[in-house]
């Protein structure tokens, strides 16, 4: 199960095929939600472990292969060093404070604070989550573009005067298939599909529009499996096909000139209306009821049995906008709107399924920075720099923490290295090319070289380090990760370095994935026995 | 039919089945196709296909990258209709690069950055050395020399300048070559209409007939036809495809395919006594979306499962509900005086039944198209119940002829009737005729292909050299920039651009490949002949660097010297200019290459399901 997330890893991860045995369709990808849900093992701990992994993704979005693949080292390197798992656990408790005590402090050396007046931080930040996946096969300007798409979308849900409670708008996805990524595109309101030749002609805006979230297309749907016994003569499709005429008769006079509804609109009555010059849209789908309801401020009709009340409606602008060989009705309020449609296109289906996972998953990530302002580097230089300090700050309280801890001082910097070992492991596995990876002695970031560069074209082969801020110099010292080198104190960055991160990660994910990663492995390490029921 | 290329296990599995998967269609490549049977093991079924993307979609693929170019395939084959050989074929060179690339022991990042590299190389060169409409019409102009003297010319032709030579050679292969429908239709359809910077329609489509001539000379009639009615409305050059349409008929010689103006159905025996009576006349049509038949419900629609019916009084006088509801269509439409209906659904036989007997005429699974157009031309309204139709609903004018009956080529009756309207409706049907039933679904890909490519070169307004010209091209500027590669490695020595070069050149192998394959596929080639006299062109191109100027003529040139690559029967000797597609060349290509690089990048299956857990590692190196 490691090596199958270890090398997904990352920018260049290769893909898994996940398909079922009867034939279903492929999806193709190396994201940690799709890949965990397709592994079902017999064995509780694998689902344990599963379970939580997918906890963490449900709530933060990223960080769920970083999570999986530190947990499953710990874990590992936990079986390889031979002491008691009651020290391991309480070691690894302890660095784990450790850790995101560092992470908290202001001056932690990678993390980078969020910088809400310019939006080059907030792209570098989308961009980086957009090019983790490589299913989506996009080349350089196609990333910056997505990128930059997705941080607009971002922006424009974010309400500009803020009431006494914000509330995020919402931003709604549409994939297109067979279009240049170029042409993917945000928009402020909605777009919803459009019967075929509508003219809008003479109607002036903003329209009133009514919504309905019961069906209307001329069944009793709602009754459910009940008996009902109709007698000879009647006719109960008609009485229901009156009932909805009645209702089209009610809006007309209401003055509608849009009517939505959420599932089928019996033909009968959508003729009636269109013949009438109302705008008819059926089939909306549950996804965007609550996207609307915000956007037009009408309330959902539930039934077809009463009159509709005369606050249900709404109000809305309406246009027509053509986009590729569909027309869409584009739909904005007369005001600001939290509400913005993003129309994303892509050669084909594998790749815009996945694109459209990562796009979601951007738009989670870039709402986080809104709790906490700031990053982390990215790149594997967090894990490197996370290591070198614990290393260095477990060597310096050894004398304090291990009687805390109960446990002898060998003990406790054995479980540390181990910990600190399947740190820098995690930064191992995004190199996948049988590349190494580096650590530099200075400021503890992660570099990688290529397979075939050798030790004089170093200075070549890695001109900047993972994450892009730490550029390679003469004086520079270096250790491969998986050897022995002599601990030190990661010096914090200079504040006037002229480059950028071109790199960072989630802050919220990522401790918080640290935290879920290290309790699942100490709860996995402290299972002793497994109980199975056979039955 | 996997199993026909030895799967080495060593290498990556992925790409050896794209490379396999390839090599079925390796024979129809190119505009010498062979038929091929698919059988059915289980069922004893087999059917006769031709074009490489029947020949997938038959295979039902089930391997997870099978699947992966079916989709693509289908997604490439539903937007150009053509091009999906060339796609699958470079899919299979590509990957047999990538995986010559892997066993070289060149990493994965480095063959995605320079495969990338090179099809912007490719795509560069195809938007460079495109031929514009413009241009095209220029060379035109010259052939507009006399007659007589350009007969004389052509004779000489071998002996004249280059710069005329392109010229000359076409006009002179046009009095050869065209047949004399070609000749009368430029006469009396085109020449009053052209566009000066438009060139000839026939002659474009006649450089992207790619062998299939007969299907080429159907699409052009028909997007005549299609351009005339519109004329009044739009000077566009651009035909709108969606009015055309194809009416398939078997036991009819190949011969007797043809262009109608108007929509064109086959009707059964009750029909025809009923058309009989209402032909040559116009009528009312009401135009219904779903079946007609009195159990059919609109889409959504769910009906009660615990309905019960209680009756009062025993009346054994009732008559069904069907009769009931029968009854009161005939009544409404006999009240609408409504004459046709045209339903895109089925229709139950009681319905036709009582039509036929109130002499009005039902068509069942009209394509939906023909509804909107019919309707938008006659004012009709399309409906989904028959009880909704009302007097705003019902269109007016439309014509209804016997077309043709063809019951004497069959056993069971045939009739054909023309449905179009007074005023022009636009749609054009191309009836697709063969003695051989298997037949007829190759035949309509390859009109449908063609149909296509005239299209899609009217919607690009440029073309691509074709016959391989287009890809000896981008062989040549990828092998260029890899030898510039190497040549810049030797001084600095780093080992980047080794790899880069290394890569590029097993592209360029790929495109090779396709040349070569399509060659071998005419016939007159062996493989190997086929590759010395491309290497023989190329080396010809690397010892003259060509400017854009120049090339044409080069092309033009190397086609005459090997006639191979054209599609024109070795008996008519002047070689014709093929011209391939733009957009739909470049979408291929892009195409295969992402379907390499996504399989490359891919290491491992799993595979989910309701039975037992198994999860594979595909990849083991």
Redesign the interface.
């Known amino acids: 199960m490691k ?2 997330l270890k ?1 997904s890893y990352g920018p ?12 279903g ?2 999806v ?1 990808t190396s994201t940690s939600s799709v ?1 965990l849900q ?5 064995h509780p701990i694998v689902s344990l472990i599963k379970g939580s992994i997918l906890n963490h993704v449900s709530r933060f979005s990223d960080c769920g292969l970083f999570a999986s693949v530190f947990c499953l080292s710990l874990i590992e390197e936990a079986g390889r060093c031979d002491l008691s798992q009651n020290v391991i656990i309480r070691v690894n408790k302890h660095l784990l404070s450790l850790c995101t005590a560092h992470l908290q402090q202001e001056d932690c050396g990678c993390k980078v604070q969020l910088d809400f007046c310019s939006s080059q931080s907030l792209i570098t930040l989308a961009r980086s989550v957009i090019s983790s996946k ?2 989506c ?1 996009l ?1 350089e300007p196609e990333s910056a573009h997505i990128s930059r798409l997705a941080v607009q979308a971002f922006l424009l849900t974010v309400p500009c005067n803020i009431p006494d409670k914000v509330r995020l708008g919402r931003t709604v996805t549409i994939p297109m ?2 279009h240049s990524v170029l042409e993917s595109a945000v928009f402020p309101g909605l777009l919803l599909d459009t019967p ?1 030749n509508i003219s809008l002609g003479n109607l002036c805006s903003p329209l009133r529009m009514v919504l309905f979230s019961a ?1 209307l ?5 709602e ?1 459910g ?8 003569g009647v006719d ?1 499709d008609s009485q229901i096909v009156d009932q909805l005429l009645e209702l089209g008769k009610q809006v007309l006079k209401d003055e509608v000139k849009l009517f939505v509804c959420q ?2 609109i ?3 009555l959508q ?1 009636y209306l269109r ?1 009438n010059g109302v705008i008819v849209i059926e ?1 909306l789908g549950i996804s965007l009821m609550e996207p609307l309801i915000q956007l037009t401020g009408a309330q959902p009709v539930a039934t077809l049995h009463t009159t509709v009340p005369w606050e249900a409606y709404g109000e809305v602008h309406v246009s027509v906008r053509p986009f590729g060989s569909k027309t869409k009705l584009h739909l904005h309020p007369a005001g600001k709107t939290t509400i913005c449609t993003m129309i994303l296109c892509h ?5 815009l399924s996945e694109l459209k996972l990562v796009c979601q998953k951007t738009e989670h990530v870039l709402r986080l920075t809104l709790r906490e302002p700031c990053a982390l580097l990215g790149g594997g230089c967090t894990e490197t720099h996370l290591a070198a300090y614990v290393r260095h700050q477990s060597k310096n309280d050894v004398s304090e923490s291990s009687p805390v801890l109960g446990c002898s001082q060998t003990e406790y910097l054995l479980a540390g290295e181990a910990f600190c070992r399947s740190l820098e492991s995690v930064a191992t596995s995004l190199e ?4 190494a990876s580096l650590i530099d002695l200075t400021h503890a970031h992660h570099w990688t070289l ?4 050798t030790e004089e ?1 170093l200075e ?1 082969a890695a001109a900047l380090c993972g994450c892009g801020v730490v550029q390679s110099c003469q004086n520079k010292k270096w250790s491969y990760l998986n050897t022995e080198y002599a601990e030190f104190s990661p010096e914090p960055l200079l504040t006037a370095s002229p480059l950028q991160p071109t790199v960072l990660d989630s802050f919220t994910a990522k401790v918080n994935a640290l935290e879920v990663a290290v309790e699942t492995a100490n709860l996995v390490l402290d299972v002793r026995y497994v109980i199975q029921d056979v039955n | 039919m996997l199993e026909g290329v030895v799967i080495n296990s060593r290498q990556h599995v992925g790409l050896q089945k794209l490379s396999a998967l390839s090599g079925r269609i390796r024979s129809s490549v190119g505009p010498f196709k062979n038929y091929k049977f698919i059988q059915d093991e289980s069922s004893g079924d087999s059917v006769l296909v031709c074009s490489c993307f029947r020949i997938i979609e038959n295979l039902e693929p ?1 391997c ?2 099978g ?2 170019v079916y ?2 395939v289908r ?1 490439h084959h539903k ?1 150009y209709h053509t091009g999906s050989g060339c796609l699958l074929f470079l899919a299979g060179g590509w990957s047999r690069a990538a995986l010559d690339s892997l066993r070289r022991g060149i ?4 063959i995605i950055t320079a495969m ?1 590299e090179g099809i912007d190389i490719c795509l560069d060169v195809c938007k460079k050395f495109s031929v514009s409409f413009k241009d095209l019409a220029v060379m035109e102009k010259c052939t507009a020399a006399p007659g007589g003297t350009k007969k004389a010319s052509t004779d000489a032709s071998i002996e004249m300048a280059n710069f005329h030579d392109k010229c000359l050679s076409k006009s002179g292969q046009r009095k050869v070559k065209l047949s004399r429908h070609f000749c009368e239709a430029k006469s009396d359809m085109l020449s009053t209409v052209r566009h000066p910077d438009q060139p000839d329609m026939i002659v474009i489509a006649e450089s992207l007939s790619h062998g299939c001539e007969k299907a080429m000379k159907l699409a052009v009639e028909a997007a005549q036809m299609l351009l005339k009615t519109n004329q009044q409305r739009i000077r566009d050059p651009l035909f709108d495809i969606s009015k055309m349409l194809t009416c398939l008929v078997s036991g009819l010689p190949e011969d007797y395919a043809c262009v109608v103006e108007g929509c064109i159905l086959l009707l059964s025996d009750e029909q025809a006594a009923a058309a009989h009576v209402v032909k040559q006349q116009p009528l009312k049509v009401a135009l219904i979306t ?1 079946d007609l038949s009195q159990t059919y419900r ?15 009084d025993l009346d054994l006088s009732v008559s069904s509900k069907e009769d009931e509801w029968v009854d009161k269509v005939v009544k409404l439409l006999l009240n609408l005086e409504v004459k046709l209906i045209l339903t895109a659904g089925l229709v139950s036989q009681k319905v036709i039944q009582h039509c036929c007997r109130h002499q009005i005429l039902v068509v069942e699974k009209v394509n939906s198209s023909v509804l ?1 157009t019919i309707g938008s031309s006659t004012g009709a ?1 399309p ?3 028959a009880t ?1 139709l009302t007097e ?1 609903c019902v269109g007016d004018g439309v014509n209804v002829e016997i077309w043709r009956d063809l019951s004497s080529y069959e056993r069971k009756s045939l009739t054909a009737v023309n449905i179009s309207t007074g005023r022009s409706s636009g749609l054009v049907t191309v009836v697709v005729t063969s003695c051989v039933h298997g037949k007829l679904q190759a035949l309509e890909d390859q009109f449908w292909a063609c149909a296509y490519r005239l299209y899609h070169a009217l919607k690009d307004r440029a073309l691509l050299p074709g016959a391989g010209g287009a890809e000896l091209l981008c062989v040549h500027q990828l092998q260029k920039q890899a030898e510039h590669d190497r040549v810049k490695d030797s001084k600095t020595g ?3 651009n080794l790899y880069r070069g290394l890569v590029l050149q097993l592209m360029a192998d790929g495109l090779i490949d396709y040349i070569a394959a399509v060659m071998v596929n005419t016939g007159r080639f062996t493989a190997a002949n086929a590759r010395t006299i491309v290497s023989k062109q190329l080396t010809e191109f690397h010892r003259d660097e060509i400017s854009t100027e120049k090339f044409l003529q080069l092309v033009s040139q190397s086609k005459r010297e090997d006639a191979g690559f054209s599609a024109v029967k070795p008996d008519e000797a002047p070689a014709l200019n093929i011209y391939d597609n733009l957009s739909v060349k470049q ?1 291929a290509w ?2 295969a290459l ?1 379907l390499v ?2 399989v490359l ?11 037992q ?3 594979g ?1 595909l ?1 083991l190196l």
């Open positions: 090596e199958l090398s260049t991860a290769r893909l898994k095929q996940v398909h079922n045995n009867i034939g369709a492929v193709t890949l397709a592994i079902s093992s017999s490589p299913t096969v080349s298939e067979g075929e069906s297309a001329g069944d009793l749907s009754l499996d009940g008996r009902i016994e109709v007698h000879q109960t599932k089928v019996h033909p009968v003729h013949c089939r050669r084909n289906e594998t790749m996948h090319d049988d590349g290529p397979s075939d560069a074209h070549d | 089930t997870a990258v699947q992966l989709e693509t997604g937007q990493s994965v990042k480095h990338s779903g609109h889409l959504g629609f769910k009906s009660l499962p615990g309905e019960q019916c209680v009756c009062e909107k309204i409906v989904n119940y909704q705003s780093s080992a980047a979408e892009r195409k992402d690089l996504l990048q891919t290491d491992a299956e799993i595979i989910t399901g309701t039975g857990k198994n999860e590692n990849m």
